[in-house]
T-cell receptor
Framework: DAKTTQPNSMESNEEEPVHLPCNHS???????IHWYRQLPSQGPEYVIH???SNVNNRMASLAIAEDRKSSTLILHRATLRDAAVYYC????????????FGKGTLLTVNP | KAGVTQTPRYLIKTRGQQVTLSCSPI?????VSWYQQTPGQGLQFLFE???????NKGNFPGRFSGRQFSNSRSEMNVSTLELGDSALYLC???????????FGDGTRLSIL
């Protein structure tokens, strides 16, 4: 499975944008980039996913580099509720949807 | 719309016992997956069910088993419990296989 690399931790201030990076230099052409997050004492929560083009939804934006070797999850205005561990995962297209989380990035949001 | 419901939330067992965990998916969701989450290993895939059939299986011993009922509800069973089975067990559902998954808050299993 293609591997992703994320910083262990990041810090942000409330109501400021947050850019969470992910490197995936061995990504294959059929791999989708998925982001999940996990708040304390809760199950993981799907955030967003994309293949080649940048994607937006009500929670976040996903910016994918042209060579697809890296991507950035963008939270436009961080809130205290966004404090969580964020996981960047590569999944092949099709029916094989077996999630495996690494250590992710622990995001701290300061009031 | 109710989310994924897992019961019980907490469970304490002793070595050698067996345990059954339950998962009710979001209404209309037919795919159910199970995961084990530990601080050391992170999130590990156990198995996935769709229409009462196991479609995928992770690298866990045969002591870990599961099933899905006709109403899409799923159960997971672990027999002959070991100390290393202490973990958060998460269930996730999706409309069909291959779609982003919605997780429950898990069952925290502690083995004494």
């Amino acid at each position: 499975d293609a591997k992703t690399t994320q910083p262990n931790s990041m810090e942000s201030n409330e109501e400021e944008p947050v850019h969470l990076p992910c490197n995936h230099s061995t990504i294959s052409g059929t791999d989708y980039i998925h982001w999940y997050r996990q708040l304390p004492s809760q199950g993981p929560e799907y955030v967003i996913h994309g293949l080649t083009s940048n994607v937006n939804n009500r929670m976040a934006s996903l910016a994918i580099a042209e060579d697809r070797k890296s991507s950035t999850l963008i939270l436009h205005r961080a809130t205290l509720r966004d404090a969580a561990v964020y996981y960047c995962i590569l999944l092949s297209g099709g029916s094989n949807y077996k999630l495996t989380f690494g250590k992710g990035t622990l995001l701290t949001v300061n009031p | 719309k109710a989310g994924v419901t897992q019961t019980p939330r907490y469970l304490i067992k002793t070595r050698g016992q067996q345990v059954t965990l339950s998962c009710s998916p979001i209404s209309g969701h037919r795919s159910v997956s199970w995961y084990q989450q530990t601080p050391g290993q992170g999130l590990q895939f156990l198995f996935e069910y769709f229409s009462e059939t196991q479609r995928n299986k992770g690298n866990f011993p045969g002591r870990f088993s599961g099933r899905q009922f006709s109403n899409s509800r799923s159960e997971m069973n672990v027999s002959t419990l070991e100390l290393g089975d202490s973990a958060l067990y998460l269930c996730a559902s999706s409309l069909v296989v291959g779609q982003p998954q919605h997780f429950g808050d898990g069952t925290r299993l502690s083995i004494l």
